[in-house]
């Protein structure tokens, strides 16, 4: 079995009791809710990650963050008919302010390649089954409970 390691950045925007998220487009979330953020390129920092990739998924500026978490989770799919496991790193940020506004739709092209776009979502709504693995470890570190 193939596996494979993915180490990115993060942002958790929480407003009241929803929490912005990305439609996934591609890789093992394909057709998933997701947090926004991506690929940490090689010499970049974490933070500068976060930065770029919200500006690429979701169209904001990030101007105040902090560290809320560094976690991982281990996961299995199907690729090219096979069976590959993957271990998905993360630093996740808590966004305490942004400017600009979020677009809930967005061309795939060369700079942003996985996500059609950002909303908020009531967490308290939201189901297992329509969020990436790392989507569900951070809400419920967050302290919300998600509907199986």
Not at 15 to 38: A, M, N, R, T
Not at 114 to 120: P, Q
Not at 124 to 145: F, P, Q, R, V, W
Request: cysteine-free; hydrophobic content about 35%; proline content about 2%.
């Amino acid at each position: 079995m193939k596996q494979f390691q993915h180490l990115g950045a993060y942002g958790l925007i929480i407003k009241e009791s929803s929490i912005l998220l990305i439609k996934k487009v591609g890789g093992p979330y394909d057709g998933k809710l997701d947090l926004p953020g991506g690929t940490i390129e090689f010499s970049e920092t974490p933070e500068a990650t976060l930065v770029r990739e919200l500006k690429e998924e979701v169209g904001i500026d990030v101007i105040n963050f902090e560290l809320f978490d560094g976690n991982s989770i281990t996961f299995e799919w199907i690729h090219k008919d096979e069976l590959e496991k993957g271990h998905h790193l993360g630093f996740f940020y808590l966004i305490k302010d942004y400017k600009g506004n979020i677009k809930n739709d967005i061309s795939i092209d060369n700079v942003n390649d996985d996500s059609k776009g950002a909303m908020f979502y009531n967490i308290n709504e939201l189901h297992k089954k329509d969020l990436s693995n790392i989507a569900i470890l951070e809400i419920e570190k967050l302290g919300y409970t998600l509907k199986d």
